[in-house]
């Protein structure tokens, strides 16, 4: 059974930095591609960034590319994400996922994730 679980969530200041975590259980993190996606109320989920199992290659939206970095440590089993500069309209609860058919590139497709954590909230007031 595996289980991802997201924390590191919170409530900060426009310009402010956060850093989110995933935490997976149940197998390996190296065996999959991950991503970070996002979802406000009355939006629909939007993927943010997306990490080949190795880590080698890293893929971002335009809406946080240069703000946000995605990053993973096997060895921890644990993904992150490092977001600088937070904007309002980055509130949203903040979900990861794992991606087990194609680790070795990354997906922007929500339908290509197995596996989903439970979300942590990020509010960035102005």
């Known amino acids: 059974q595996v289980q991802l679980v997201e924390s590191g969530g919170g409530l900060v200041q426009a310009g402010d930095s956060l850093r989110l975590s995933c935490t997976a259980s149940g197998r390996a993190l190296s065996t999959f591609g991950m991503g970070w996606f996002r979802q406000a109320p009355g939006k629909e989920r939007e993927y943010v960034a997306g990490?080949?199992?190795?880590?080698?290659?890293?893929d971002y939206s335009d809406s946080v590319k240069g703000r946000f970095t995605i990053q993973r440590d096997n060895a921890q089993n644990t993904l992150y994400l490092l977001m600088d500069s937070l904007k309002p309209e980055d509130t949203a609860t903040y979900y990861c996922a794992a991606d087990i058919e194609t680790p070795w590139e990354t997906t922007p497709r929500g339908d290509d994730y197995a596996y989903w954590g439970q979300g942590t909230q990020v509010t960035v007031s102005s």
């Open positions: 990490i080949s199992w190795s880590g080698g290659t890293t």
